[in-house]
């Protein structure tokens, strides 16, 4: 597979399609096509979604995405390429009123039942139903498939690239796939007809660093299980596990704090490639690349091959940053962070392999991931190669200190198992489910209140359609001619993956050829896939446990409003119990309004049937579990079974048994 030059020009192609007026917003960042009010009537907060009837002709964002890893020159550069016309509507900044009250913190008015829908703390679907079969038919989630598969064919008609697409939902695994392209770009389609599907493989660059992370995680679970010492969490500290790290002695006491965790979400301090790429002036890069000619890409990959040489040069470089102050994307941290992760493994296992080894061994093979893997591509995996027609490193062995950085290749299959598996099953595999809630969460949020930064997530803020704002939790990764990116949302089941290959010649990507943007594209998928998720949900919360339920002594009447399942009613032995509830509130400061007046909110929980009553309007952590019963069983504790086949309430505080009407 020879290598065929490439430039590393990439294009958004957002020609998204609306299928009901409930879209939810994902937000990308400072600049967008398009705005709508979110939060008040006096900011907007801007949104990446097309209109049905602003044509195909959408304005391309041009970036360069992702050379994201050890050797890597992750730019993502948004550049505007076309102006303002009836089918490119005016790039625009994130807007604000010009008018500031003084009020930094906006709270909703002292009146419950009008508050502004957008200042509750709407729930997710409980926990226990994001595995339920129904939501895969329900006639929300079978159209926005449909109308997917004529977005992705519409939006991808015009360029040579290969892709490869898979979404995930935790109740059956691959729900969807699309492909489209052949397999060996850099040659005829007469010589080489082969069309990619779920096997084809491709170099996902900065997403090995989601395994990087997920080997320190394993590695955590398999040392608890076998009551090893010292413990490995992403809490260690870098020089307990890996003493021979070192920085200048001007930042020894900077060196000593680093964690594993702030390795993962690139806090560390440490130096994007640090030794990597060096220069003596900026005439050294050069515009167009010269065929035949190296450029800082190829040439940086002689530096920092092995462990000691790494370790080496980090030890005479100055940190970039404070630790913990910003993240800093930093590809030499995870090469550090294989390389400690390394050391712990042959302490708990008593082995030495190499990192691209211990993976395979840990994840891969019992993930069932047989088409990934890291390093010198296996002789029976060719075939399934993809090689884009522009440059491109494809048959380009990493050095294996780098691999955790970037060196894994991949198939949406295997990542759909992998997403299915390891992100969404209610039951993790390899990790313990506490360990991936933790895993799923933003470390830093940007002032942008759009983006944040997990270990090692690169998240964006979903706004749906009630309101509820969520991280979807993305990781991008590209070299040369290749482009990937997973992405999940945990709280509605359901993960993405979407690798691409480039088709354009160098000579057609110096000239402005169009390529894939997979970033683009998952926002088209979640845009799609997730208001009709959201409604399925919704469906089956409201048909499973709204209604009227009786007993010989009590009634309670739930309903589904604004997003919530509620409780309007529960008398129990002649107690009303939502003004019992109200009552224990009065006891902190005397009597105060009816905070239960209009009814509570149920919470699921993450245990089945189990649902937690909160006030309306306020967030799931103002409970009432501060009372509870001799067994333990709090006020705020509802518990749901079908009995005979009829949905029953438990409410053990009034030895309470209801049954669904």
């Known amino acids: 597979m020879a290598n065929i030059n490439s430039g590393m020009d990439d294009r958004f192609q957002n020609s998204h399609a609306r299928i009901r007026s409930y879209e939810p917003t994902i937000h990308r960042g400072y600049q967008t096509m398009e705005s709508r009010p979110l939060l008040d009537e006096k900011s907007a907060i801007m949104e990446v979604e097309g209109g049905k009837n602003k044509g195909k002709n959408w304005l391309m964002n041009t970036y360069w995405s992702a050379i994201g890893f050890s050797m890597g020159m992750l730019l993502t550069l948004y550049i505007v390429k076309t102006g303002p016309g009836p089918s490119n509507p005016l790039l625009q900044k994130r807007q604000t009123s010009g008018v500031y009250e003084g009020n930094t913190i906006l709270a909703s008015g002292g009146d419950l039942s009008v508050a502004a829908p957008q200042w509750r703390c709407v729930p997710p679907p409980p926990a226990f139903l994001l595995d339920d079969p129904r939501v895969m038919q329900h006639p929300a989630v079978k159209l926005a498939l449909a109308q997917l598969e004529l977005t992705l064919k519409a939006d991808t008609f015009s360029n040579k690239d290969a892709l490869s697409i898979s979404i995930v939902h935790s109740s059956k695994g691959k729900i969807y796939e699309f492909h489209r392209g052949r397999k060996r770009l850099n040659e005829s389609s007469s010589a080489s007809p082969a069309r990619v599907d779920g096997n084809s493989i491709y170099r996902i660059a900065s997403v090995s660093k989601v395994f990087a992370v997920l080997e320190a995680l394993v590695l955590s679970r398999q040392a608890q299980l076998k009551k090893f010492v010292p413990e490995l969490t992403l809490e260690s500290r870098l020089q307990d596990v890996l003493p021979e790290f070192r920085l200048p002695l001007e930042f020894k006491g900077e060196a000593a704090d680093i964690t594993l965790g702030q390795l993962g979400s690139h806090r560390s301090g440490l130096g994007r490639d640090m030794g990597e790429m060096v220069f003596n002036s900026t005439a050294d890069i050069i515009w167009p690349p010269v065929p035949g000619q190296e450029t800082f890409i190829e040439k940086y990959y002689k530096h920092n091959t092995s462990a000691q040489e790494l370790l080496t040069t980090v030890s005479k470089n100055d940190l970039i940053w404070q630790v913990g102050e910003t993240p800093s994307y930093s590809n030499t941290g995870f090469s550090i962070l294989g390389l400690a992760t390394g050391k712990y493994r042959q302490k708990l296992k008593k082995q030495t392999k190499s990192w691209a080894s211990a993976v395979k061994d840990d994840i891969l093979d019992p993930l069932g991931m047989d088409h990934t893997f890291a390093g010198a591509i296996p002789r029976s995996l060719r075939k399934d190669i ?89 990781k991008g990764g590209g070299l040369p001619g290749q482009f990937s990116q997973i992405s999940t949302f945990p709280e509605f089941g359901y993960g993405v993956s979407v690798l691409s290959s480039v088709g354009s010649s160098d000579s057609e990507l110096v000239a402005g050829a169009a390529t894939t943007d997979p970033l683009g594209l998952s926002f088209t998928i979640h845009n799609t896939i997730a208001p009709a998720i959201w409604k399925a ?54 009597k105060q309004i009816n905070i239960f007046e209009y009814g509570a909110g149920l919470i699921g929980t993450g ?46 505080p009034m030895r309470g048994k209801l049954v669904k009407q």
């Open 386 to 474: 993809v090689v884009p027609n522009s440059r491109h490193m494809v048959d380009l062995i990493v050095p294996a200190v780098h691999d955790p950085a970037g060196g894994i290749f991949s198939t949406s299959n295997d990542l759909a198992k992998f997403l299915h598996k390891l992100l969404l099953s209610r039951n993790p595999s390899l990790i313990s489910n506490s360990q991936r809630l933790n895993w799923l969460r933003s470390i830093h949020y940007n002032t942008d209140a759009i983006t944040s930064v997990g270990v090692p997530w690169e998240s964006f803020r979903a706004i749906m359609p009630d309101y509820a704002a969520y991280n979807i939790y993305f």
């Open 537 to 590: 949900y919704n469906s089956i919360v409201t048909a499973d446990y709204a209604g009227t339920y009786i007993s010989s002594d009590g009634i309670a009447r739930i309903a589904f409003e604004n997003g919530f399942l509620t409780i309007k009613e529960i008398q129990l032995h002649g107690v009303n119990i939502l003004t019992k509830a109200d009552q224990l509130i009065w006891r902190q400061g005397g």
């Open 607 to 652: 245990f089945p049937g189990k649902f937690r009553a909160v006030p309306l309007f306020t967030c799931v952590w103002s409970g009432f579990d501060i009372v509870t019963t001799k067994s333990g069983w709090g006020l705020d504790l509802f518990v749901f079974k079908k009995v005979n086949g009829k949905m029953t309430l438990f409410y053990e």
